[in-house]
């Protein structure tokens, strides 16, 4: 579904992300994982077209995402989560949500991806009419996955999901990550709690200061000792 190759990018003379290639396929879960600074928000910048590339290629279901508009690139079934949510403080919650399908037209299919989302959030329709700015910090995440959730994405990037919340809530937010997961939605998660990310996806990348230093499935990267000593404190 997704191919990254041989991307570059650069933030003035800094060489931020050096021949970075990765692939997502159809229906999985894919992490990215890294220390700070390693590059992976940079990543999910440049495939959502939000940070320019000098070099490389990326393709979504074999079109080509450098030739697209970065306010069309939703319009091809690719949705973006932020890292630290950027909900709409002084909207609702259902408001918020009706703004993540300001692309589609068909009112019918607007409430029909509204339930969709109340059904993995059930918390945002208990608090549909509450201001965005007053929930909590798993409560914004939840909002701001819904949101995107609302063109019906056939790829969801998803950039440090748990950032900033308590073990409990991250232990929350996993579970909806793997329950969008078994749901057949395809997703690539940056995350710094590698632990969480690894247990959850199907295949992992490790990033290190804008390389791919490692890859393969999340089970065996989990238990490769160099991926436990640097990213999982064992």
Same mark, same amino acid.
């Given at each position: 579904?997704?191919?990254?190759?041989?991307?570059?990018?650069?933030?003035? &003379?800094?060489? &931020?992300?050096?021949? #970075?290639?990765?692939?997502?396929? !159809?229906?999985?879960?894919? +992490?990215?994982?890294?220390?700070?600074?390693?590059?992976?928000?940079?990543?999910?910048?440049?495939?959502?077209?939000?940070?320019?590339?000098?070099?490389? +290629?990326?393709?979504?279901?074999? /079109?080509? *995402?450098?030739? $697209?508009? %970065?306010?069309?690139?939703?319009?091809?079934?690719?949705?973006? $989560?932020?890292?630290?949510?950027?909900?709409?403080?002084?909207?609702? $919650?259902?408001?918020?949500?009706?703004?993540?399908?300001?692309?589609?037209? !068909?009112?019918?299919? #607007?409430?029909?991806?509204?339930?969709?989302?109340?059904?993995?959030? %059930?918390?945002?329709?208990?608090?549909?009419?509450? *201001?965005?700015?007053?929930? +909590?910090?798993?409560?914004?995440?939840?909002? &701001?996955?819904? /949101?995107?959730?609302?063109?019906?994405?056939? #790829?969801?990037?998803?950039?440090? %999901?748990?950032?900033?919340?308590?073990?409990?809530? =991250?232990?929350?937010?996993?579970? #909806?990550?793997?329950?969008?997961?078994?749901?057949?939605?395809?997703?690539?998660? =940056?995350?710094?709690?590698?632990?969480?990310?690894?247990? =959850?996806? !199907?295949?992992?990348?490790? *990033?290190?200061?804008?390389?791919?230093?490692?890859?393969?499935?999340?089970?065996? *990267?989990?238990?490769?000792?160099?991926?436990?000593?640097?990213?999982?404190?064992?």
């Amino acid at each position: 579904m997704l191919e990254v190759k041989d991307l570059n990018l650069y933030y003035g &003379a800094i060489h &931020a992300l050096k021949g #970075i290639s990765l692939t997502v396929k !159809d229906g999985e879960l894919v +992490s990215l994982i890294g220390s700070n600074g390693a590059g992976k928000t940079s990543t999910l910048h440049a495939i959502s077209g939000l940070l320019p590339i000098s070099s490389g +290629s990326l393709t979504l279901d074999g /079109r080509d *995402l450098r030739k $697209v508009h %970065p306010n069309k690139i939703i319009n091809l079934g690719l949705a973006h $989560v932020p890292e630290g949510r950027h909900v709409f403080a002084r909207m609702t $919650v259902e408001e918020n949500l009706l703004m993540g399908a300001y692309i589609i037209r !068909d009112s019918k299919k #607007i409430m029909k991806n509204l339930e969709k989302v109340y059904s993995y959030f %059930p918390r945002l329709r208990e608090r549909y009419k509450q *201001l965005a700015g007053t929930l +909590s910090g798993g409560e914004q995440q939840m909002l &701001a996955t819904g /949101r995107a959730l609302m063109t019906d994405p056939s #790829i969801l990037l998803m950039d440090e %999901p748990s950032m900033g919340l308590s073990p409990l809530l =991250v232990k929350e937010i996993f579970s #909806i990550i793997q329950t969008l997961h078994d749901s057949g939605i395809t997703i690539l998660l =940056v995350e710094q709690n590698a632990k969480m990310a690894l247990a =959850v996806s !199907d295949r992992a990348y490790v *990033l290190e200061t804008g390389k791919i230093s490692m890859s393969g499935p999340a089970s065996e *990267l989990a238990n490769d000792d160099r991926v436990r000593k640097a990213y999982l404190g064992a």
